[in-house]
C-alpha cells in the first residue's frame, strides 16, 4: 500500500483524477447571503459505474431541485480541463475555480475564488484520500431554474476524495458504493469573520482544521467528541443529536443542526429497512478559541 503523500499528484495545487482508483469525486458547497443553498458532486467513477453528475439547489421555503446525470461521455480531468462531463465543468481561471451545470433542471453558473489555501487531511486509512481543495471560498454568479434567476453571492468549499482497497463489487450500484465507503462519517465546516473550522471522523479517527484571522491555526487528529439531545428522522428511523461538541485543548465548536437540506437512502435489507442513508444539514456552529467567539450557518453531514 502506497502512502497518502505517495498518492498525491500536486500537494500545493488542484488535484486531478486518479485514474487507477476504485472511487472518486469532486465536491462542492456554496450558501448565498440570502439562504440559497448549492451542492455539486462530480463523480468520476464509483466502482464500475459511469461518471456521474449530482446537484441540489436549496431555496428556503420551497422544494429542493435536484438531479443526478449519469453519462457514457468520457470525464476529463486534467492541467487543462480541471473537470468535465458532458454540460457541466469546472475550469480553473486565475486561481479561481469556475463551475457551470447545465440540465433541464437547472442552470448553475458560480465562481469559486479561494480565500484559503488548500489542506491535505492525513488519514490513518490509508485506503482513504481527504483533500479540503478550497477550505473557504467566495462565490459569486447565478443559479436559474425555470424562468427564474436567482443571482448568487456568498461562500462556498470544495473537497477531492478518491478510495483503494475497499470491498466493492462490480455490480455494486452509486449508492451501494457510497454506503461502503461514508458508512459512519461525519463531516461539516464553519467559517465566520476570524474563526473558522473543517471536520471530518469517524469511529476509527478525527480530523479538524480550524482557522483563526485568514489563516491555518491548528491540524488535530485528537479531540473530545460529545452529544446533547436527539432527534428521529421517521423515514430513516435514525437519531441524529441535536447538538454535537468538538473541543480541543483550545478550540471549541458546538454544531446545532437547524434544517435537513438532503436525506437520500442509501441501500435497504432484505426485509425494506433503511440500513445506509445520509442527511446534509444546514446547521449553527458556535466556534470559540480564547477569548474569541462567533456563531456562523453552516453545513454538517452524517453517513450512517
Not at 458532486?41 to 459505474?49: D, E, K, V
Not at 486534467?78 to 458532458?86: E, G, V
Not at 473541543?247 to 437540506?261: E, G, H, K
Request: hydrophobic share 35%; with cysteine.
Amino acid at each position: 500500500m502506497s502512502s497518502s503523500n505517495e498518492r498525491l499528484h500536486n500537494i500545493s495545487g488542484p488535484e486531478f483524477e486518479h485514474s487507477t482508483s476504485q472511487a472518486e469525486w469532486w465536491y462542492f458547497d456554496a450558501t448565498s447571503q440570502d439562504g440559497i443553498g448549492l451542492v455539486v458532486i462530480f463523480y468520476s467513477h464509483l466502482g464500475q459505474n459511469n461518471p456521474t453528475v449530482s446537484a441540489f439547489v436549496n431555496e428556503p421555503n420551497k422544494p429542493i431541485v435536484a438531479y443526478h446525470e449519469v453519462s457514457d461521455d468520457k470525464f476529463v480531468s486534467s492541467s487543462s480541463q480541471y473537470l468535465k462531463l458532458s454540460n457541466h465543468k469546472v475550469t480553473i481561471e486565475n486561481g479561481a475555480y469556475h463551475l457551470e451545470s447545465n440540465s433541464d433542471r437547472a442552470k448553475i453558473d458560480l465562481l469559486f475564488d479561494p480565500l484559503l489555501p488548500s489542506q491535505n487531511m492525513h488519514l490513518t486509512d490509508e485506503r482513504m484520500f481527504w483533500k479540503v481543495e478550497v477550505p473557504r471560498a467566495k462565490v459569486t454568479g447565478a443559479i436559474i431554474s425555470g424562468e427564474k434567476v436567482m443571482p448568487f453571492n456568498g461562500e462556498g468549499y470544495h473537497d477531492h476524495n478518491w478510495f483503494n482497497g475497499f470491498d466493492i463489487k462490480d455490480t455494486d450500484n452509486n449508492r451501494e458504493v457510497l454506503s461502503t465507503l461514508l458508512k459512519g462519517w461525519k463531516f461539516g465546516r464553519f467559517f465566520g469573520d476570524r474563526l473558522g473550522c473543517v471536520y471530518g471522523f469517524n469511529d476509527k479517527e478525527r480530523h479538524l482544521l480550524t482557522y483563526k484571522d485568514g489563516h491555518l491555526a491548528g491540524s488535530y487528529d485528537s479531540f473530545h467528541i460529545g452529544s446533547e439531545g436527539s432527534t428521529m428522522h421517521e423515514r430513516l428511523g435514525y437519531f441524529y443529536p441535536n447538538s454535537l461538541t468538538l473541543a480541543s485543548d483550545n478550540f471549541l465548536l458546538q454544531v446545532r443542526p437547524s434544517v435537513i437540506l438532503t436525506d437520500n437512502i442509501l441501500t435497504i435489507d432484505g426485509n425494506g429497512k433503511v440500513e445506509s442513508a445520509y442527511i446534509r444539514f444546514l446547521s449553527e456552529g458556535t466556534l470559540q478559541t480564547g477569548d474569541i467567539v462567533e456563531t456562523n450557518k453552516g453545513l454538517s453531514e452524517i453517513w450512517f
